[in-house]
DNA sequence: TGAGTTAGAATGGCACCACCCGTC
DNA sequence: GACGGGTGGTGCCATTCTAACTCA
């Protein structure tokens, strides 16, 4: 299973995604060797291997030189790809996740490209509602109101703001690695992801 | 006086922090004609522009097609910039602005960056932090450390994670327009922004 | 039933266990007319009753002036009874409880009065661990386990300290007439005392 | 110096305050000798000073029996005080101490009381704050405001909840005789409050 | 014995919601 | 009578501290 995470828009949790599907995955029995490549100018998911070390389940490589020896590939791309770009990354995956807050630039961004690439198929890509706020999911449920309206498929979960996954960040692991009942809502919140990613596609 | 803003991860609050800062200077007395050129790809300062219409008491223009007779600009430029784009955009202005959050990754892509860029004078350029967790002022005040640690200027006041910044997003308006003392609370942050830029470029 | 309530000692939760007590049994379904007469100097209870009004299920009346037509009657009694009032009290009631904290003082004055009270029955009397600090229940479980090896019978259930019981007292109302999870909680406490009781002298 | 320690209330830590005030001017440099007098008729002050035995650095006796040989002498009183027994206590001493715990129905009692005793003179009696929760919590700052609002002086420390206290009851010390870091945090808190009465009474 | 860890409680702040009140 | 603004109440997250346990 190839899987591509790619946004319209900057700090909505494109890293944070790659990094905690690609252990979901990891950590599933069988699963077979994970890698995720590294696509980002930043090299985030890179740094955040290398903090980690041996307690990421998976190989964290560069973008360009991804191995072939794998059984599920994730890859974080740069941000804001071109139209063709993103098709194309599209077209080399299985399923393309594409991270968005409920702010309106987010949301407006990522409307406007989705609604532009008529050429993508439906079952090809989803949208991840990220950086939700966690009280009421108001404005997580507004945000997918509108993107569904549009005809655009989205993830039934959503990914709450949270803290930890800083704290997640700052360690160099995945959020389940750290302590508390907090790191384990925070795992739950993309463990339903990918079950959701798992019942679709995972026999890719 | 001329004010760039810019950074090195998306999501920070660059746009608001453009406008927002624009709005400040054209509030003061005698400011006389400010503009906000959009260099930003996504052009998101001139869809807040279009939605607000005349509740913004600055102009946004394209970033390519800033007219000359401005009393003061404010450019938000596109995200990333590289090293030498950096420091011409520094060169050309009398301040460059750098909103940064206290998240690790946004933090070390300052940091990084910053540190190489020793041909960036201290009096031309300050970071602003942005989305800080408004319970406790811990994570900011960290993150200030570090950056003074570093020898980098930081501004003294820090912009709070408020919602009330995407409905003023949405509204197309600055936050001072809307209502409550939520509103006002967060126009605040910026208030003090302003009046330290004021201090210290005011004359420029 | 007739349940009084006795300590050897100031502040250990007397008139809060009286409150509270009445207060499941008032909500037992046909539990009838329950009265709770202060016999404590400071008449606590009746300051607690002139606060709540009508919020609280059950009468509360001077000790001196208690009404016959009750279902269930409990007594507040006045610190540091003589020897001979407590065996009185004892007799004329079916249940005398005794709140006691697991702090040395509290504990050894109660130890050495029932210890000396040998004509007191087993059947008629109970004590009760109040104020048990929260975390871990060691401090109560080790004063449980004094009072057994001497013979004296003990509540399985305790009462942690809570500071909402301050607020409730405060409120004038017992405590699940508060709202949040930690109001539902300190009430479980008194709820399983409660049911103690119920169980075995319900009938009476 | 005379010190009288009643309050109107139990289970505020009369007795601790008392052997710990104590303790403070024992361990004063030329303190001379202190003898504690021990009123309650729990005889609380007695049975710590005979587990202690001569790690105690004053004598303790029956409040009945208070040798003249002395230089400094506290008076533990027995609980609820009448209205004159206290006016005579506090005119035959140079400071009554009341400790009063934030508890709505210690505060009362000891707001009642006092408001009522207008013949006792504000020099001669200072209320001190007993059993407050930790630092982060206001219900020891609230209290300290009613107290000062109705005019009744108010040690500026107050004594904070530690089971440290309960152990060192059980060992028969004052707090400073137990190890670790929170025994002497606990001491801390009865030193600032020794500090504040040698600084104003210490020369009587 | 001392330091690090863990769990639980209490606080404060923001976001959301429902109600109230004033106005047109 | 409808609408808008303001206010109070609720729920939840982040933080901090204490107490007990564990380990060296």
């Given at each position: 299973m ?45 740094s ?8 990421i389940?998976f190989?964290?490589t ?8 794998y ?10 790809p071109k ?33 532009r690439?008529?050429a ?11 950086r ?9 449920d ?5 993107l569904?309206?549009s ?23 995945p959020?389940?690695a750290?302590k ?7 795992w739950?919140?993309y463990e ?13």
């Open positions: 190839i899987i591509t995470v790619a946004s319209f828009k900057g700090g909505v949790g494109k890293t944070t995604t790659a990094i905690h599907i690609a252990a979901f995955i990891a950590k599933r029995r069988g699963a077979g060797r994970v890698v995720l490549g590294d696509g980002d100018l930043n090299r985030s998911a890179l955040w291997y290398e903090r980690g070390g041996d307690r389940p190989v964290v560069d973008g360009d030189a991804v191995p072939d020896n059984q599920h590939l994730i890859i974080d791309t740069p941000a804001r139209d063709d770009e993103l098709i194309a990354l599209a077209m080399n995956s299985d399923l393309l996740i594409i991270p968005t807050t409920p702010a309106p630039f987010s949301l407006e961004a990522t409307l406007a490209t989705l609604s690439l008529t993508l198929p439906e079952d090809r890509y989803r949208v991840l509602l990220t939700v706020p966690p009280r009421n999911s108001k404005r997580g507004r945000a997918r109101d509108v569904l309206n005809g655009i498929p989205v993830f039934n979960g959503a990914i709450q703001t949270r803290t930890i996954f800083e704290d997640a960040e700052l360690e160099g692991v959020v389940y750290l508390g009942t907090v790191a384990q809502d925070a739950s919140d339903a992801i990918g079950r959701e990613i798992w019942k679709e596609w995972g026999k890719s």
